[in-house]
């Protein structure tokens, strides 16, 4: 058996042997140690106790006293009273203070049994303040897990469906605030039309039936405002009827705007093939027709002038040349192979030179293509490149024009090199100014006017190479003019 640690605060030594005596006769070990002062009691309380039994009146100092300093230092400890006279009034107030029991000094007999029972008490009520704080921590700890996530709404909700508990998370994510949501039904978190549907209803069914519910859904902050939003929303396991749920949210706007991103780039790039394999097979198909009708004519004398037909398989074969060029340059930019060779040339004989080339497409068109220049304009640039950029946007004045006569300009102007392609024809809407420069971009109907809506994306890239800038100035149905800038 373990010694019972005994503190007796009593001013009498005969009186306390006599308590430990009793003590021992009812079979405990008492290990007594005997206090009769405020100070000696100070000082005995800082080791601990199993019980204290205190006399009810000592010398400057009595029982309610003493046990308020015991409390103080040991909430648990049973406090016993032992005392010859006291009155009956005295004796309640003691009780009422938290004494445990009062045993007479005349009936010393009892005092054991007073103390087995108080020993076993207090162990039940340390046992239960213990149980209570682990209770408190879990609790504590949940809390400050909750608590502390922010990018997920976490909440409770009542059988029918109401709002119990709320985390920060959730005001942030929703917008409505504890005060406001408590007591609410979570079908204010669903859109319209899924209330209409009786949703809300239906998904604590399902998660009663099945323990829980996931989905991804649109959902409605407290403004108003929709957001995209992963939600669980799980029954919670009780024996009792009051059966609630848990909700956990978590914003996927950004996740859903990405897949929507990634789903219009698919969309882009499947509808950029189907015009470039469209625009690749027209002058295909021409130039079978046309090589069939050569074939043809050598067994028929009266068939049209064979230097005719040669001239536009020639232009169909440089058609096919040019759209596969773009795509190839589009290949080289995207894939970071687009290096430059740089060297003395002068833009004016540049433009000169792709004008001259374009001639025949423009006479037949019927253009009148006009060059202004003052004089050489010399940079340190990519020539070929420099072909590139003017004979694409020769070829949109052509193509888009009209035939309206079309001006080109070259000058310079605080070391930089200004190109001009002035056309009067169909225009750019405004809403389409910004996109026509990006890859795959058109703003007209590919039946109406060919081609892979790469030209301009090109002509950028090899501006923005060479530290330039293009822009443009458009109204609709009043003409283009883009204007290209080189630092020289
Ligand atoms: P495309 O091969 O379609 O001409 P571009 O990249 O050269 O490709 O041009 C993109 C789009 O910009 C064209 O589809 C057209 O809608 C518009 N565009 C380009 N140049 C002109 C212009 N001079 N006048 C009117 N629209 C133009």
Same mark, same amino acid.
């Not at 009067?424 to 081609?451: D, K, L, N, S, T």
């Not at 890239?461 to 630092?487: C, D, K, M, N, Y």
């Given at each position: 058996m373990k010694p019972l640690r005994v503190l007796?605060?009593?001013?009498?030594?005969?009186?306390?042997?006599?308590?430990?005596?009793?003590?021992a006769r009812a079979g405990f070990e008492p290990a007594a140690r005997r206090v009769a002062s405020r100070a000696e009691l100070e000082r005995a309380l800082a080791e601990p106790w199993d019980i204290v039994i205190s006399d009810y009146d000592l010398?400057?100092?009595?029982?309610?006293?003493?046990?308020?300093?015991?409390?103080?230092?040991?909430?648990?400890?049973?406090?016993?009273?032992?005392?010859?006279?006291?009155?009956?009034?005295?004796a309640v107030a003691c009780m009422k203070a938290g004494a445990q029991d009062f045993v007479s000094k005349n009936n010393l007999a009892r005092l054991a049994s007073a103390v087995s029972r108080e020993l076993l008490d207090a162990r039940t009520r340390r046992e239960r303040r213990e149980a209570l704080e682990r209770l408190r921590q879990a609790e504590e700890r949940y809390r400050l897990i909750v608590e502390s996530v922010r990018d997920y709404a976490m909440f409770m909700l009542d059988p029918s469906g109401r709002v119990t508990s709320w985390n920060p998370g959730a005001e942030r994510l929703t917008g409505w605030s504890e005060a406001e949501v408590t007591g609410r039904s979570h079908a204010i978190f669903y859109p319209e039309d899924a209330r209409a549907r009786g949703e809300p209803e239906a998904h604590l069914e399902i998660a009663r039936r099945e323990g829980s519910h996931h989905e991804e859904r649109q959902r409605v902050r407290?403004?108003?405002?929709?957001?995209?939003?992963?939600?669980?929303?799980?029954?919670?396991?009780?024996?009792s009827a009051d059966q609630g749920f848990s909700v956990v949210l978590r914003d996927i706007t950004e996740r859903k705007r990405l897949v929507d991103d990634l789903r219009e780039a698919v969309r882009v790039r499947d509808e950029f093939l189907a015009i470039a394999s469209h625009e690749l097979r027209t002058p295909l198909t021409s130039l079978k027709l046309q090589v069939q009708s050569l074939l043809a004519k050598r067994e028929s004398p009266n068939g049209p002038k064979l230097d005719e037909k040669l001239r536009l398989v020639e232009r169909q074969v440089g058609r096919l040349n040019d759209l596969i060029g773009g795509m190839l340059d589009v290949l080289r930019i995207t894939s970071g192979k687009m290096t430059l060779s740089r060297e003395r040339v002068d833009l004016v004989d540049v433009v000169r030179d792709v004008v001259a080339r374009a001639q025949p497409t423009i006479e037949r068109a019927g253009y009148v293509v006009e060059v202004k220049a003052d004089g050489p304009v010399v940079g340190h640039w990519d020539r070929l490149r420099l072909e590139t950029v003017a004979a694409n946007l020769l070829s949109n004045a052509l193509k888009y024009g009209e035939r309206k006569p079309v001006e080109i300009g070259v000058s310079a102007e605080n070391g930089r090199a200004r190109l001009t =392609?002035?056309?009067? $024809?169909?225009? %750019?809407?405004? +809403?389409?100014?910004?996109?026509?420069?990006?890859? &795959?971009?058109?703003?007209?109907?590919?039946?109406?006017?060919?081609?892979?809506?790469?030209?301009?994306?090109?002509?950028?890239?090899? =501006?923005?190479?060479? $530290?330039?800038? %293009?822009?443009? +100035?458009?109204?609709?149905?009043?003409?283009?003019? &883009?204007?290209?800038?080189?630092?020289?």
């Open positions: 007796i605060i009593e001013d009498s030594p005969d009186d306390a042997d006599l308590l430990v005596l009793e003590l010398p400057g100092f009595d029982a309610p006293a003493a046990l308020a300093m015991v409390r103080e230092k040991e909430p648990d400890v049973p406090f016993v009273i032992v005392s010859g006279v006291v009155s009956e009034a005295a407290k403004d108003g405002s929709i957001f995209w939003a992963e939600s669980s929303l799980h029954a919670i396991e009780k024996a =392609v002035r056309d009067q $024809g169909i225009g %750019i809407p405004p +809403e389409a100014q910004a996109r026509i420069f990006e890859r &795959f971009e058109r703003a007209v109907p590919i039946r109406h006017f060919g081609g892979l809506g790469l030209g301009l994306w090109i002509t950028r890239q090899i =501006v923005e190479a060479h $530290g330039g800038a %293009i822009r443009l +100035e458009s109204r609709q149905g009043g003409g283009t003019t &883009f204007t290209v800038e080189l630092p020289m």
